[in-house]
């Protein structure tokens, strides 16, 4: 095995680095790689899969003192998102954390650990009738510690807000080897910092997150959901603000649309059978002319579908104030026609979505998607590559710019990991 | 305070500043008025500018300052660092902006909590976080502490409101946190400065996300013979899958003291119960009828649903008033702000009523009883010796009685001055000093707000090598996770 190395850090022996972490895991736990274990076509080092999280938080201690770098995967479902990683590291597995610690369904909380995936934690909740109301990508593989890394969210974020809304307690293991708690078991509590939010989205940058506590809700005895077909962007777009602009409480309202298909809108309701069907009514009047539509199956799994078979694709996720998609939407239209690209999109009301992009070559991705972002982040929203060919993502910044925050957040950085150890160079600005 | 300086400061705010010891005293506490502390000098600046001006010079100079807003805090947030100025955001209080098709509003941080939604109520919206003292506490201070109020149990806290926040850091630096839409790339820096309790810089501009008001709000009181009984009704609602707008609680005390102040028609019993629901107008009838059963198989003895918008105000404002209306049944009180977990509630009750007499001090109890917020209100004479200490003691046990039941030291009140040494009995030190990393971040010469939320200031300079068991941790004493 290549030794690790790194300028500045100090020289290390790594066979006893190696039994370092085996003693720390024992030696089944610690391995080779495989292919499968590359990102972005970067081979690790080795994988660790740590069985607690003081030995997760010792393996990065060990790592730390050896100036290795360390990058923490669940099921690797959104492992490429981010920059390229820099060479000489490993992954640190979390999917032996992956007990559901407690479900206080009384307080309607729960604790879980990093590893869970999302649907076996919702499993165990709907015992107690209860669910975590957030509905990211693929949660039969995604675990709890990667969609908080990523900050992933579907439809529900509409009503139930995203995951800093529903996050209410966490640890982190620290590059020291620190293992620190922040908020704790009841909803409401402001004591400290919020270190919940703030590991929210960080990819992984901060420190490891091995165990998270949620606020839940119940699970609602009836959903119905409807469809309309739009004749254009901007009718699709009405529909969503008139809805939005309602008291009505749907508990999904997004868009699909596609280079080849007029935009549909999809609405949900969700609670009593006589709150559903008044809202509906309600829908159908505020539609006026509009024509109902037969949804997809999977209607409500779209943010996942979209991605299917999307090797040579780009996919991006973009933000927008909710009442310039219709603005967005015909901006879309002109920069890929012009490039000969066919798109696919689908984007929830509240202002979040996911553009597919697909052409004959990749010649024209990259400038595709810096076209798209100078449309989105010249009204007020933000877009991120997510995933194009490895060719391609050599030559975008796939996060955007910072703006005037960058300097700050590199500070924070620096205080929680002052000398790189996790996952350096993959998050926004390079940090 | 030097005079120079002072010359700068007036040149900045001109007639903004304020040294004349006797409006200073305006200054030196907030509504935790047992902390007092003469600031230097107070300055009400006008605009972001003014405000960066300000805190450049305090760097250049290393003078510590604290923001201000309506001075309403209950921790002492505001409460002035020695040798420091406050800076009062109260001539900032401009609504600068209301986007009603992305329901957002763009506010100064002096602007009144209840004036934004005065301001959005004839398009039908409203701002959620609802603080008991929102007819005169800022939007800046709620930033601030990261206010709850009835209904955050179904709408959240100031922290799922704020979009966007214009912020002076401690060097005197603008940066802009979050964005006008959702999921901006990068850290959550709204997620970390709301709720900071003004240690991490001034914000200077906050948008805010406002809701659409519901198709019909109704409220309904339920009295009980005990809170016991009114608490089981609370897991009845729970359990039937309700999320309700508010559920709030007052015991006997609590409830001859809203009386006496506000006279808002409350059934004299031991336990009164506030359940609000809102929604579609089907919806909430539906839940209503069933809220009105569960509390009736819980042996409420009297129902009663406000039948009127005046009625539904008169009983809020009988809750809200509550802690301001002890005065009317004790010279003295100390008002208290901790969380447990729902389920804990008949014994953590029955425990503050033992250790309550067992120092023959009276607590008068409010709740969010939803989300667990409690407000025991502990009840003395100041003039009789020795009453002050007990009941100073008392509220500090129960608040460690919330921490064993796996609750928390506030719920919205904030850590401040009050509570900063509890936090130690809440979090273990390496938890502590790790939050303080974002601190050391965003204002490593600790000049912002100094002193507050943690027992002991970390040393930004330190830098933080390899970790090191805590000496407690070595002797087994105690586990750091």
Same mark, same amino acid.
């Given at each position: 095995?290549?030794?690790?190395?790194?300028? $500045?850090?100090?020289?290390?022996?790594?066979?006893?680095?190696?039994?370092?972490?085996?003693?720390?895991?024992?030696?089944?736990?610690?391995?080779?790689?495989?292919?499968?274990?590359?990102?972005?076509?970067?081979?690790?080092?080795?994988?660790?899969?740590?069985?607690?999280?003081?030995?997760?938080?010792?393996?990065?201690?060990?790592?730390? *003192? &050896? *100036?290795?770098?360390?990058?923490?995967?669940?099921?690797?479902?959104?492992?490429?998102?981010?920059?390229?990683?820099?060479?000489?590291?490993?992954?640190?597995?979390?999917?032996?954390?992956?007990?559901?610690?407690?479900?206080?369904? *009384?307080?309607?909380? &729960?604790?879980v650990e990093a590893g869970c995936t999302v649907t076996q934690f919702q499993k165990s909740l709907a015992e107690h009738g209860q669910r975590l109301a957030l509905d990211p990508a693929w949660p039969d593989r995604a675990t709890i510690g990667g969609?908080? &890394?990523?900050?992933?969210?579907?439809?529900?974020? $509409?009503?139930? *807000?995203?995951?800093?809304?529903?996050?209410?307690?966490?640890?982190?293991?620290?590059?020291?080897?620190?293992l620190a708690k922040s908020g704790g078991k009841v909803v409401k509590n402001v004591a400290g910092y919020d270190l919940p939010k703030l590991a929210t989205g960080s990819f992984g940058t901060l420190g490891i997150i091995t165990q998270a506590i949620f606020r839940l809700h119940p699970v609602p005895n009836e959903s119905?959901?409807?469809?309309?077909?739009?004749?254009?962007?901007?009718?699709?777009?009405?529909?969503?603000?008139?809805?939005?602009?309602?008291?009505?409480?749907?508990?999904?309202?997004?868009?699909?649309?596609s280079s080849s298909a007029s935009p549909q809108v999809d609405v949900r309701f969700e609670g009593t059978a006589t709150g559903c069907d008044a809202q509906i009514e309600q829908t159908v009047h505020a539609a006026g002319s509009l024509k109902r539509a037969d949804p997809p199956a999977d209607v409500w799994n779209q943010h996942g579908q979209i991605w299917s078979g999307s090797e040579l694709s780009v996919v991006c996720k973009f933000t927008f104030l909710p009442s310039d998609l219709g603005l967005f939407l015909a901006e879309l239209k002109t920069i890929t026609d012009t490039l000969a690209l066919t798109w696919q999109l689908v984007a929830q009301g509240v202002g979040v979505g996911f553009v597919r992009l697909d052409g004959p070559s990749s010649a024209d991705y990259a400038r595709a998607s810096q076209l798209i972002r100078d449309v989105v982040e010249g009204h007020d929203g933000f877009l991120i590559v997510l995933h194009c060919p490895l060719e391609v993502k050599k030559n975008i910044d796939v996060w955007g710019s910072a703006g005037d925050v960058l300097t700050l957040m590199k500070r924070i950085k620096t205080q929680f990991d002052p000398q790189g150890?996790?996952?350096?160079?993959r998050f926004i600005g390079g940090i | 305070m030097n005079a120079n300086i002072l010359n700068e400061f007036h040149a900045i705010v001109q007639d903004g500043l304020i040294t004349e010891p006797s409006q200073l005293h305006t200054y030196e506490c907030d509504g935790l008025t047992n902390f007092r502390v003469m600031p230097k000098a107070v300055l009400l600046p006008t605009s972001t500018e003014q405000v960066q001006a300000i805190v450049r010079i305090c760097s250049r100079e290393k003078i510590p300052f604290v923001a201000r807003g309506s001075g309403t805090g209950l921790s002492g947030g505001a409460l002035p660092a020695e040798n420091g100025i406050v800076i009062s955001l109260a001539r900032m209080n401009r609504i600068l902006e209301v986007d009603y098709a992305n329901a957002r509003a763009v506010v100064e941080p002096g602007v009144i909590n209840a004036e934004v939604t005065a301001r959005v109520a004839t398009h039908g919206y409203f701002y959620a976080p609802d603080p008991s003292s929102q007819s005169v506490c800022s939007i800046g201070g709620n930033v601030a502490e990261n206010s709850g109020g009835a209904h955050c149990l179904k709408y959240g806290f100031t922290t799922t409101h704020v979009l966007a926040l214009d912020v002076v850091l401690p060097d005197g630096s603008l940066v802009h946190l979050g964005s006008q839409?959702?999921?901006?790339?990068?850290?959550?820096?709204?997620?970390?400065?709301?709720?900071?309790?003004?240690? /991490?810089? +001034?914000?200077?501009?906050?948008?805010?996300?406002?809701?659409?008001?519901?198709e019909v709000i109704q409220t309904l009181l339920a009295a009980f013979n005990t809170t016991n009984e009114a608490g089981s009704a609370v897991s009845e609602i729970i359990a039937a899958g309700m999320l309700p707008a508010a559920i709030e609680m007052m015991d006997n005390l609590a409830i001859q003291a809203a009386e006496a102040s506000v006279h808002a028609g409350y059934?004299? !019993?031991?336990? =009164?119960?506030?359940?609000? =629901?809102?929604?579609?107008?089907?919806?909430?009838?539906? @839940?209503?009828?069933?809220?009105?059963? =569960?509390?009736?198989? !819980?042996?409420?003895?009297?129902?009663?649903?406000? #039948?009127?918008?005046?009625?539904?105000? /008169?009983?809020?404002?009988? #809750?809200?008033?509550?802690?301001?209306?002890?005065?009317?049944?004790?010279?003295?009180?100390?008002v208290q702000d901790g969380v447990i977990p729902r389920t804990a509630l008949p014994q953590v009750l029955t425990e503050i009523e033992q250790m309550s007499s067992a120092v023959g001090l009276r607590v008068a109890n409010v709740f969010h009883a939803g989300d667990g917020n409690l407000?025991? =209100?502990? @009840?003395?004479?100041? #003039?009789?010796?020795?009453?002050?200490?007990?009941?100073?003691? @008392?509220?500090?046990?129960?608040?460690? /009685? !919330?921490?064993? !039941?796996?609750?928390? +030291?506030?719920?919205?009140?904030?850590?401040g001055e009050e509570k900063k040494m509890m936090m130690s009995e809440m979090f273990a030190e390496p938890d502590l000093e790790t939050m303080q990393l974002v601190r050391c971040a965003f204002d490593p010469a600790q000049l912002s707000n100094p002193g507050k939320v943690f027992p002991r200031t970390r040393l930004c300079a330190e830098r933080t090598g390899p970790y090191q068991p805590h000496p407690l941790e070595k002797a087994g004493v105690a586990q750091f996770f």
């Open positions: 095995m290549e030794k690790p190395s790194r300028s $500045g850090s100090s020289v290390v022996d790594v066979e006893a680095l190696w039994n370092e972490l085996r003693e720390i895991v024992g030696v089944d736990h610690l391995r080779m790689p495989v292919d499968e274990d590359r990102i972005d076509g970067i081979l690790p080092l080795a994988v660790i899969e740590p069985k607690t999280e003081k030995e997760a938080a010792q393996v990065l201690k060990s790592a730390t *003192g &050896a *100036g290795l770098r360390v990058i923490p995967r669940g099921s690797g479902t959104k492992i490429s998102w981010g920059n390229t990683p820099r060479q000489d590291f490993v992954i640190l597995l979390t999917r032996l954390l992956h007990r559901l610690v407690e479900h206080a369904w *009384g307080d309607m909380t &729960a604790t969609i908080l &890394a990523t900050n992933d969210s579907g439809p529900l974020r $509409g009503r139930y *807000g995203s995951l800093r809304d529903l996050i209410i307690g966490i640890t982190l293991a620290l590059p020291d080897g620190t119905r959901t409807l469809s309309f077909s739009t004749p254009d962007a901007r009718t699709a777009n009405n529909l969503i603000l008139a809805i939005q602009d309602s008291p009505m409480v749907p508990t999904g309202l997004q868009v699909r649309a150890t996790l996952s350096p160079g | 839409s959702v999921d901006r790339p990068g850290y959550d820096l709204p997620g970390i400065f709301v709720g900071s309790e003004g240690t /991490l810089g +001034i914000a200077t501009k906050i948008t805010l996300r406002i809701v659409k008001k519901p059934p004299s !019993c031991g336990g =009164l119960l506030l359940v609000e =629901l809102d929604g579609p107008a089907v919806e909430v009838a539906h @839940l209503m009828k069933q809220v009105g059963e =569960l509390c009736t198989k !819980c042996r409420a003895w009297e129902i009663r649903v406000a #039948r009127s918008e005046v009625e539904r105000t /008169l009983v809020w404002k009988g #809750r809200k008033a509550a802690f301001a209306a002890m005065g009317r049944i004790s010279p003295n009180y100390i407000h025991p =209100l502990v @009840l003395y004479d100041n #003039r009789i010796p020795g009453q002050e200490e007990n009941a100073f003691e @008392l509220s500090v046990n129960i608040l460690r /009685l !919330c921490v064993k !039941c796996g609750g928390s +030291i506030t719920g919205e009140h904030g850590v």
